[in-house]
């Protein structure tokens, strides 16, 4: 084998995805509950760091940040603008702030327009951290009352990620798992435990 072969092979060898690096979650009617069969399941030492949108009221302060360090191993915290995403950490979008993941692996908080009435968007979320992690990422749709996240979840398989859905006959509100199904019909419809043990198993596997 020629210098410019192992070269050339050394180059694609580095450029090869080297498993999944991030989770990203979107939730809203029935969320608390949907992410309480999940969140708490994970271990301490979890390697991903995880980001979630969950549709809140804009015009008063979020507690699900604090509510979900209280009885998660993970370290919860609710997402600051510029911050390094950091394994292992919980991120929640702050109410009435798009969450996006920079080039740089950070996160940056936008007051720019609602998408699909939303502000976070989990399509924003979605389809930002797919441009930075891609077949890395890691995508989950869960209970909801509207079509927010499917048409990021298109865009975290496009990029190779992997996609997992709660099963809309279990879901509190079954709109938002449909839309993502109906844009998605590749993706892993599951029930929430399913979800919690797919998670731990692609940083066993």
């Known amino acids: 084998m020629s210098i410019v072969t192992q070269i050339h092979a050394s180059v694609q060898e580095a450029e090869l995805p080297l498993g999944p690096q991030a989770v990203v979650i979107g939730v809203s009617a029935g969320g608390l509950k949907a992410l309480s069969a999940i969140l708490p399941a994970l271990p301490a030492n979890y390697p991903l760091p995880i980001m979630i949108v969950i549709h809140l009221p804009p015009d008063r302060e979020s507690v699900v940040a604090e509510l979900f360090d209280e009885k998660c191993a993970l370290i919860v915290r609710e997402a600051e603008d510029k911050e390094d995403i950091l394994p292992g950490h919980v991120y929640f979008a702050p109410p009435d702030y798009h969450l996006l993941v920079e080039p740089d692996h ?17 399509d924003v979320l979605f389809e930002t951290a797919a441009d930075v992690y891609g077949p890395g990422l890691i ?8 079509p927010d996240g499917a048409a990021g979840l298109k865009a975290v398989m496009t990029a190779g990620g992997l996609a997992l859905v709660q099963r809309p006959d279990l879901a509190y509100a ?8 109906s844009l998605c019909p590749q993706a892993e419809s599951l029930t929430l435990e399913q979800i919690a043990e797919r998670l731990r198993e692609v940083v066993t596997a």
């Open 139 to 146: 995508g989950v749709i869960l209970t909801g009352a509207n």
């Open 174 to 181: 079954s709109a938002m798992p449909e839309a993502a199904l």
């Open 106 to 122: 950070r996160l940056s908080l936008s007051s720019e327009e609602p998408v699909l009435f939303s502000r976070p968007s989990v």
